[in-house]
């Protein structure tokens, strides 16, 4: 079974800070790594997404990718409160399937 | 442009009934999945659908079904409900091109069983 592991918090830091949301899979095949918000109570929608090793930057949001090392990342600098939300991390595992993490929840102190 | 919608929003529905949920994809995606959320499983992909042909599946029973009609619509039907069917389904769709493609959830099915 292909799996999606992320940390499932809460991950605690004040406004202003640089929120760092981490992911690791298990599927070396896997080419296409997306990262959803989600509030409570509703659908998740999304943030990023990342195909190429490096680091992908979309205003303060910078997905990270390490291919070799299994490893996605999201980087949310400035946070703000309204960035309070569980950070759910997929990944496509074989054609047209992805495979979600739990979801990591984050809090921005104000 | 209009999102993905879902119906019903809410469902109650008791033991060993069976229950259809629908989902419209936002116009011009071809490609629709389903996903069951539940707080300890988290998001698990039940199966996609693209140009009324099933291409994936996830690892659930049989007990859990889906279809999709020619204008993209898509149902997903589960029969003799157990009460550890009780979750948010959720629709995803996407315009169904591999690799780069992107899926925009519907607002979701909560499902009680009783």
């Known amino acids: 079974q292909k799996e999606v592991e992320q940390n499932s918090g809460p991950l605690s830091v004040p406004e202003g800070a640089i929120a760092s949301l981490n992911c690791t899979y298990s599927d070396r095949v896997s080419q296409s790594f997306f990262w959803y918000r989600q509030y409570s109570g509703k659908s998740p929608e999304l943030i990023m997404s990342i195909y190429s090793n490096g680091d992908k930057e979309d205003g303060r949001f910078t997905a990270q990718l390490n291919k070799a090392s299994q490893y996605v990342s999201l980087l949310i600098r400035d946070s703000q409160p309204s960035d309070s939300a569980t950070y759910l991390c997929a990944v496509e595992s074989g054609t047209y399937k992805y495979i979600f993490g739990t979801g990591t929840r984050l809090k921005v102190l104000a | 442009k209009a999102g993905v919608t879902q119906t019903p929003r809410y469902l109650i529905k008791t033991r060993g009934q069976q229950v259809t949920l629908s989902c419209s994809p936002i116009?011009?995606?071809?490609?629709v999945s389903w996903y069951q959320q539940t707080p300890g499983q988290g998001l698990q992909f039940l199966f996609e659908?693209?140009?009324?042909?099933?291409?994936n599946k996830g690892n659930f029973p049989g007990r859990f079904s889906g279809r999709q009609f020619s204008n993209s619509r898509s149902e997903m039907n589960v029969s003799t409900l157990e009460l550890g069917d009780s979750a948010l389904y959720l629709c995803?769709?996407?315009?169904?091109?591999?690799?780069?493609?992107?899926?925009?959830f519907g607002p979701g099915t909560r499902l009680t069983v009783l």
């Open positions: 116009s011009g995606h071809r490609s």
């Open positions: 659908y693209f140009s009324e042909t099933q291409r």
């Open positions: 995803a769709s996407s315009r169904g091109t591999p690799l780069t493609d992107t899926q925009y």
